[in-house]
């Protein structure tokens, strides 16, 4: 042990526990500062131990360096006579003093100077480090090498742990509302509320949900109302370790301060832990209360509750009680922007086309923007009012803007560029809008509808056949993914025996009277007129409504009598839809549909000049110039008119206007004019 006592004694002697105590104590002072840095300037989170493996490999360099110092001659600490010049007798010759010279030359290396640079060539090595990763980028890589990719993170729906059942409106607003206030932080992505609708009581693992969302984040939360009281519990897990990255509970008064304060202070907790950005007028904006009366939040949730579940009621329900919540609270700025979409929805969707309906949604527009100019709920409003009330796409798409501005994460401004922009015939910006809205709702079939849709436009049938096979797998029984993936081999190859395949596959998930229009077409393309006719008889009810109007069932089994050559059965069927659709042409003169259904009407009937007239106004009304995405149709139908009418002629004038829209040449409708010249080159074209 005797060489344990003279370490000890060497220790001592050369000063090295003060050393120790003020490289450890300097260390600690670093760590702390490290930490300070790494929280507010988002460093990485390898950062802080990077600082702290450089102390620790310093460390043995600092006791080395002292222990060789304090040994030197001249060192404060060195022995007395190690200062001595050697002289006289016992003094070494200068040929022994050589070693002692070399190794004062490592003795040279071992300074205090040397040792206090390597430690400054550290920590600049250190800070070079945590510079680059500031001035490059902060956020995760990109697995493929590109741009660093956002946080992300999907909202799973709320638990409804109130005893009553009928308050689960109350807790999907909330879960809305959580999702309203995410869509204004920056630079997150953030899941629509349709794809993780599905996830609601499913026994899937956190990872898994995460995986098949693409998110890396999941928000997980419950919601309780009883009596006076609200207790709300949230926690966000990072579905990579399952680790809680936070989570908190809010047991308050239930007031609609406390309400706002709760979805405010989530918001800003999870910007937090994620890092997004949050500027000062986000903070504002989080911090805002829309309303003071309880009574009209409670209606506009209840309104928000039946416009996600859509139908010409529901919606009409959801204007009826977003209509009361102002009336409540007549300051409601976010009620009044939500009644806009409401009632702009009752036109678009068919429910109203009256010009009165769109000057309501138009009021409420100006009422919500007059109580706060810079509500983006109140921008996005008005560009649904311009684009579904108006078609004004250039005021749409500026009013999207503006709304993006303060909620950059909302995914619906995406789908609602997406739309425009197919309407004014930018399909390849659409069809990318169509891609990253579908990213952001990925369990959603409606969103690869809408982006199966546009890729038709542009010719792209193989890849939108991929994308419907994706609707489909995402929900087998929903009819329109299986009737556009019929369309698209129609529309591509003519394969009517690939568009059959799908629709008996589709009747075979869902029921017979699923797809029954397509069936009714598709039977008419392949010359099968009392198939058509079988179709036709599955329909749901007399009058078939849509997005873009309403047609008589009578008009369909008018057209299978026709082509089977039953004149007076088709007579009688197309004169009971004339009645019909003449009702609907007078009371709604703004809908392109009902006139050019009508004109088809009047051709089969014999009735030139009216057929030709109603055509022509339904064009005029929606001209290819004011939506290129259904406008071609009605250039269509005024061509199919023309030629029924025999005007060969005009009807090839129109469909030569065409030359970018895919025509189904096969279609009956066109043999009056099919052996015309004009008409086999279109078709060879």
Known sequence: MGWLRRLLHEMHRRTLWQVLGIYLLASWAVLQVVDVLAQNLSLPDWFPPLAFALLLVGLPIVLATAFVQAGEPGHPSSPPDAARPSS??????????????ARGGAHRILTWRNAVGGGVLAMALWGAIAAGWLLLGMARPAPDGGTPAPASIAALPFDNLSADESDRYFTDGMHEEVLSHLAQLGGLKLISRTSVLEYRDTPKNIRTIAEELGVDHILEGSVRRAGDRVRITMQLIDARTDEHVWAEQYDREYTAAAVFEIQGDVARRIAEALKATLSPETRERLARRPTDDLEAYDMYLQALDRMRLGGPTNRMAAVTMLRRAVELDPGFAVAWASLTIAEAGLFWFGDDRRGERLALARQAADRALQLDPDLPDAHLALGYYYYWGQRDYTRALEQMRRAEAGMPGNPALVVLRAAVRRRQGDFEGAAADFGKAFELDPR?????????????????????????????????????????????????????????????????TI???????????????????????????????????????????????????????????????????????????????????????????????????????????????????????????????????????????????????????????????????????????????
Do not use: C
């Open 511 to 685: 029921g017979p009277d699923a797809g029954w229009l397509t069936r009714w077409w598709l039977e008419l393309l392949d010359r099968k007129p009392a198939a058509a006719l079988e179709a036709a008889r599955h329909a749901t009810s007399d009058i078939v409504t849509g997005q873009y109007g309403a047609t008589p069932r009578t008009y369909f089994t008018g057209e299978a009598y026709h082509q089977m050559g039953n004149a007076r059965a088709a007579r009688a069927a197309f004169d009971s839809a004339r009645i019909v659709l003449e009702s609907m042409v007078g009371d709604q003169p703004e809908n392109e549909t009902a006139p050019a259904n009508l004109s088809w009407v009047y051709a089969r009937l014999g009735r030139k000049e009216d057929a030709i007239r109603l055509a022509e106004r339904a064009v005029d009304l929606m001209p290819i110039s004011l939506d290129a995405f259904i406008g071609p149709n009605f250039v269509i139908n005024l061509a199919a008119v023309y030629a029924t009418v025999g005007e060969p002629e005009a009807a090839l004038d129109q469909l030569e206007r065409l030359s970018h829209h895919t025509i189904d040449f096969i279609d009956p409708i066109w043999d009056p004019i099919r052996d015309h010249p004009r008409f086999r080159a279109l078709a060879a074209r």
């Open 444 to 508: 959603s079939p409606v969103r690869a509808d809408n982006l199966g849709q546009t890729l038709w436009m542009l010719g792209r049938y193989e890849e939108a056949l991929r994308v419907f096979d994706r609707g489909i797998a995402l929900d087998p029984t929903r009819a329109g993914s299986h009737v556009n993936k019929a369309r698209t081999y129609v529309l591509w190859k003519n394969d009517l025996l690939a568009a059959r395949q799908v629709l008996e596959e589709m009747t075979r």
């Open 88 to 101: 006289g007798a016992g003094a070494d010759p200068p040929a022994a003093r050589t070693p002692a010279a």
